[in-house]
């Protein structure tokens, strides 16, 4: 193995500037690869954070008549101690109902959290952009749309009224921004005592929320709740069956990022197939020489071998400085109006070191024709025709 190493490293040596050129087309390769799985794997998780990173990925709702669930901390305990890829379990209690301020009306939704538990959802406390969380029964965020809409501002006591036509009065201690303009201007986020009194649920909630470790596997995890909880009264609802545009987008992201890469991949194995090859009309007469001296057909095809294997790992590890490179300069000049970037890149060791491995792989793959060649040259008729 040692004589067949040395040879090939010698050939490549002796054609320095050929060697370059295999070795940077295979580094280019990489790099491409590294930059656009990079992007894709950005897009893809801003996507999802930006969609469904501050919601609930699962929901249990009521299928009864009257929408509500009962006996709710039984189900999270339950939910808690079967359920390990399950994270920030809250349960809310929400219903319609209209603001009556100077003479004007708007239609809202009360929603009532345990807020320490619900903020890890909904990042409620740092939405807050001006006041303070209520802590008391019948104290009330409200949306910045809301507020600029109707002039509601803090400390003012507003006049709610239920959809059985009770009015109650609230004291707004804050505004939120959640970054949607829909939530900014129809929700409203109070205690959940306060909505279980206010619409005379009793101890009863409306969902019960939740989001898991991984996002695509809610599906799963989903189905695995409503198996172990069984009941007729209870839909387990998951963020896949609501968003089937955005994750058949997510696939179809996915499947063009392969296919560049795999025909990436096949030009620069072909690139490097056919290089070799003329290497080995270049090397005939020294190969020839070889043979005559007595190496074995076996071990000339080692030499061309090894040949792909040298300029894999070297055209790979030049790739993966390359892409990381790319993805830096990517991350410093596109940029949005605040500074941050267009697309936020993902960086993902397992992937750089799978295309890496992939590239080493596909070098020494397109070295066996070339390889395969070297070993059925005859070494008199090289001689002869020297």
């Not at 370059?20 to 590294?34: F, K, R």
């Not at 959290?113 to 009330?140: C, H, M, Q, R, W």
């Not at 009224?161 to 409203?188: D, K, M, P, Q, Y």
Request: charged residues 20%; aromatic residues 6%.
């Amino acid at each position: 193995m040692k004589l067949p190493f040395k040879i090939a490293l010698r050939f490549l040596k002796s054609s320095k500037g050929q060697t370059l050129l295999i070795a940077l087309g295979i580094a280019i390769g990489v790099s491409v690869q590294i930059f656009i799985g990079s992007l894709i794997q950005g897009l893809q998780k801003s996507l999802v954070d930006t969609t469904i990173g501050n919601q609930p990925q699962i929901s249990i709702t009521a299928t009864n008549e009257d929408k509500l669930i009962e006996g709710y901390d039984e189900i999270l305990s339950s939910i808690r101690d079967k359920e390990d890829q399950v994270i920030n379990l809250s349960v809310a209690a929400d219903g319609p109902a209209l603001i009556n301020h100077e003479d004007d009306t708007f239609s809202i939704l009360v929603r009532g959290f345990n807020i320490d538990e619900s903020d890890a959802l909904y990042n409620i406390k740092e939405s807050v952009v001006e006041g303070t969380l209520p802590e008391n029964d019948y104290e009330v965020l409200i949306g910045i749309d809301l507020k600029n809409e109707s002039g509601i501002d803090i400390g003012d006591e507003i006049d709610v009224v239920a959809n059985f036509g009770e009015t109650h009065t609230f004291t707004v201690t804050g505004i939120f921004n959640l970054g949607v303009s829909s939530l900014n201007s129809s929700w409203t986020i109070t205690t959940l005592p306060t909505t279980q009194d206010m619409f005379s649920f009793e101890d009863r909630v409306t969902s019960i929320d939740m989001q898991v470790t991984d996002v695509f596997a809610a599906d799963a995890v989903a189905a695995s709740i409503s198996d172990r909880l069984s009941s007729d009264e209870l839909l387990v609802d998951n963020w896949k069956d609501q968003n089937e545009d955005l994750l058949s987008g997510l696939n179809g992201q996915s499947v063009s990022s392969i296919m560049i890469q795999v025909f990436v991949m096949i030009s620069v194995l072909l690139g490097i197939a056919s290089i070799l090859a003329i290497t080995v009309v270049q090397k005939s007469k020294q190969i020839g020489i070889l043979k005559a001296m007595g190496i074995r057909d076996k071990t000339s095809s080692l030499i061309f071998l090894f040949q792909g294997l040298l300029l894999g790992v070297a055209g790979a590890v030049l790739g993966v400085i390359l892409g990381l490179l790319l993805a830096f300069a990517f991350t410093k000049f596109a940029l949005n109006p605040d500074g941050t970037p267009v697309v936020p890149l993902f960086i993902d060791p397992m992937f750089i070191a799978l295309s890496a491995f992939i590239a080493v792989i596909a070098s020494v793959v397109a070295a066996l024709i070339p390889a395969r060649k070297s070993s059925r040259l005859d070494p008199i008729e090289v001689i002869r025709n020297a």
